[in-house]
């Protein structure tokens, strides 16, 4: 079929605060090599891991919360999630939904026509769950803030589904985020688990996901969005910082600890967070909204045996198990709202402001 030469495309120039992103009506059209599929991009949500690329918050040089600004000061040498520099210039979006319209001369023919959801995990397919190889969709390649863009065949998996494209691009990252998160906590029909954050993009995927896994699930939100936490199944909903957890939790569910945390918030309040863990306890984390440095009395870590996990790469199985939760309704989208590409700058400053419940969406 005959393609532009150029496409629309958001692109990231360098690290700072919004100016760093620039829309483009005449950016190069992706090449397309022999293991890739061309997508033409049909929605991309938006997440924390743009956002903190952008502003280079993963530096170990950066101590605040996460915010939209740029920081006074960064190390260039680990600005990344991976703790590496990125290339710049970058097409961010990790959260692409489209239809292939071309394939590369190792990828299955097959694909051309068919919708596809694109995995934030780039894998080396010869050693594919080696975490020291592995990337991210939007930050060591090129992801979907574009009309047009390309994915190796092994990491897109075709959906078959009545949502819409929007809908569909809120569950990628959130909800393979959450799902490994799950799974790194061994999370089953026994636990309790207290859900930090519960209203945003991999909060409401966790309270989802944990429902589904059989948990009993309290998360913790602002008193406006209970409403819409309760709708995805919470059992319990408690304010974003209670002013006494444990107090809080007994009135809730009758108990004053929960066997699992998933958190994603850090900051001022995890002290109180992680001594609501009961003996034996599991504690696993995908995120730090609130701020990455915290403080930690060991003597609750190793007197009540609990574990710690940190998730970010998630196994191989995770992507797909999500596509099949979809297909099966048994995961429901949380689209909070839907701007045109070209709006970027608006939409991720609503992303920032988190006001919102759920995820924020942009369409080509």
């Known amino acids: ?57 993963y530096s170990k040089a950066v101590t605040a919360a996460t915010s939209g600004d740029g920081y006074d000061a960064i190390d260039d040498e680990d600005p990344s999630w991976g703790g590496a520099p990125i290339t710049f210039p970058r097409i961010q979006g990790a959260d692409a939904v489209g239809t292939v319209i071309a394939v590369g001369a190792n990828a299955p023919s097959d694909l ?35 009309q047009y863009t390309t994915a190796d065949h092994r990491g897109v998996g075709v959906v078959n589904s009545a949502l819409s494209d929007a809908e569909l691009a809120t569950f990628i990252c959130s909800y393979t985020t959450a799902e490994g998160m799950l799974a790194r906590a061994d999370v089953g029909a026994d636990d309790v688990v207290l859900v930090t954050g519960a209203s945003g993009g991999v909060g409401s995927a966790l309270v989802q996901l944990a429902k589904r896994r059989g948990a009993v699930v309290v998360g913790m939100a602002s008193g406006a969005k209970h409403a819409d936490m309760a709708a995805l199944g919470a059992d319990a909903l ?35 967070i992680i001594d609501v863990l009961a003996r034996g306890g599991r504690y696993t984390c995908s995120g730090a909204i609130a701020g990455p440095l915290v403080e930690l009395d060991l003597r609750t870590f190793y007197l009540r045996d609990l574990t710690f996990t940190g998730s970010t790469v998630v196994p191989l199985n995770i992507f797909g198990d999500v596509i099949e939760y979809i297909e099966r309704g048994e995961v429901k989208p949380l689209l909070a709202a839907t701007y045109p590409l070209s709006e970027l700058h608006a939409a991720q400053t609503a992303f920032i402001d988190k006001t919102h419940v759920g995820n924020i969406v942009v369409v080509p």
Request: hydrophobic share 35%.
């Open 112 to 146: 051309i026509g068919r919708r596809v959801m694109t995995d934030g995990w780039l894998r080396d397919w010869s050693d594919p769950m080696n975490r020291d190889k592995t990337g991210y969709y939007g930050s060591e390649r090129d992801g979907g803030f574009a």
């Open 238 to 272: 408690l304010p974003r910082q209670p002013d006494n957890l444990k107090h809080a939790l007994k009135r809730a569910i009758g108990r004053d600890t929960v066997t699992v945390v998933a958190d994603i918030v850090g900051g001022p309040a995890f002290g109180g």
């Open 1 to 57: 079929m005959s393609l532009p030469d150029t496409m629309n495309a958001f692109v990231l120039h360098a690290h700072g605060d919004m100016d760093a992103l620039k829309y483009h009506a005449d950016w190069p059209m992706p090449s397309v090599g022999p293991d890739d599929v061309l997508i033409k991009v049909g929605a991309c949500g938006l997440n924390n891991t743009d956002v903190n690329t952008r502003v280079g918050w």
